[in-house]
């Protein structure tokens, strides 16, 4: 057994000791209630023919007026007809979390519009100012949104020359060359046509049933990698750090992290029907696509599967990011467990996930301590886009119930879904999913977009028995939120690791703070956080429940 493996098993043995019945937490939905009201527009909401109507729906938690309540943006969609016509879509919602348990719709005020078909929001300090900027994909233009730091934006999307203007389903920040500033990835679906809009054809059916056309048979639009100048504009290094997805792959989902931990951030494209991407940061400017030889482009039995979101966090303590990413009904939803050295094997069936998620048509995913036990959870956001599945044959539904699994230690995970309150049966056609700690009680809540429908608020009202924190991280060498520092908490021997990302389930962006949960120990030993500069903060004895902030 080599010394990895011996961590690796010694770690698990002493997780999964307490750890094969969780304390169930129970989340409560109280959108109505906060006041979340907008809905989701997306095209005809009865039959979805064309593509363009099922995919998308992401939101964004972001905090922009630096109060310490997490605020929420919703970008929102359009109709077919009203998108051909050129006219304005319907806008999306930017909601400023009034620390009460309710929301105010300040949109108007906030100086946000967005005339095209949104489809996903990435929250990030683009130009280091201490307040995050928006960036809001579209299936049109692109928009790049700074914040003014008074509770207003400013569209700088020309000037910083990021409006992709291709269908782009989703966006990731980091800062992939270590200059301090947050570079952005755009990850494209298809190249698509309003005006010739494809109808018939061999990819225009679902198991006998006429649905939309596509992704098939379409022609995958590229990615787009810009690099951050730090002046307010950006550069197009797609071609140059070979990061463009020429095979016409179909993406989705993406998310940064440092996978084989050599300080460099790598990024994961999930990609729809064609195989997933592992772009890997050789440190000079360029990326090697290494998604083939790690594991993680087909399935198991080799087999390209419909990606859609992804997630990037260590599930098992070993101090390495595992990998989930989320495919379509008649499949199942594949994690990798990292094994070190740039290589993954596909852990699904030894966790349990595979029979339970082969009805499921699954989108946004987390991997967070949902009852704050010191193990991270999987929560994973489900909706069909096919409303034709309903009364056919198929034993599926459009509307279908998200999934929780509690981590029980030893790699295994338990399907808690009946047993986590009402708000997770909660039937929709769910899309974006975003986690983050809205109400700062140290447990972590649940926003959910769905299509032509409102948000949902899972409240987390779990046990409070156990202990946790929060960490806020403020750059000085790096970037100002942190984004891609590794903070780790280490309690009685057992170190846990969150890496801080901005963008990823899908199409979204989470809370910008590190929580860890910590069980039953009321201190932590050793609190480190590895900044992207290189730095190294060191903290001891530190006190749990509470929202640390720590400065480079």
Known sequence: MTGRMMVMWIGLLALGAESTSPVVPQFRDVAERASLSVRLVSGNPHTKPYLVESVGGGLAVIDFNNDGWLDLYIPNGTTIERARAGEPGANGALYRNNGDGTFTDVTAESGIRTPHWGKGALAADFNNDGFQDLYITSFGPNLLYLNNGDGTFRDETARAGVGDPRWSSAAAAADFDKDGHLDLFVANYVEYDLHHLPTEGKFCSYHGLKVACGPRGLQGAGNRLYRNNGDGTFTDVSEAAGITGKEGFYALGAVWGDLDNDGHVDLVVANDTTPN???????????????????????????????????????????????????????????????????????????????????????????????????????????????????????????????????????????????????????????????ADFNNDGRIDIVLSALDDAPTLLLNEGSMDHHWILVRLTGTQSNRFGVGARVSVRTSGVTQLREVKAGGSFASTNDPRAHFGLASHSSIDELTVDWPSGNRSVLRKVKANQILTIRE
Do not use: C
């Open 277 to 435: 991407d592992l772009f890997r940061n050789n440190g000079d400017g360029t990326f090697t696509n290494i998604a083939v030889e790690s594991g993680i482009a087909f399935s198991e039995d080799g087999r390209e599967q419909a990606g859609m979101g992804v997630e990037l966090e260590d599930l098992d303590n070993d101090g390495l990011l595992d990998l989930m990413i989320t495919n379509f009904s008649d499949d199942y939803n594949t994690l990798y467990r990292n094994l070190g050295d740039g290589y993954f094997q596909d852990d699904s069936h030894q966790a349990g996930l595979v029979a339970d998620s082969w009805r499921d048509l699954s989108w946004g995913v987390g991997f967070f301590d949902f009852n704050n036990d010191g193990l991270k959870d999987i929560f994973v956001a489900n909706g069909h886009i096919y409303p034709q599945v309903d009364g056919s044959a198929l034993n599926l539904s459009y509307k279908q119930t998200n999934k929780l699994y509690l981590n029980t230690g030893a790699r295994r995970f338990k399907n808690v879904t009946a047993q986590a309150g009402p708000g997770l049966r909660e039937k929709r056609s769910f899309r974006g999913a975003a986690f």
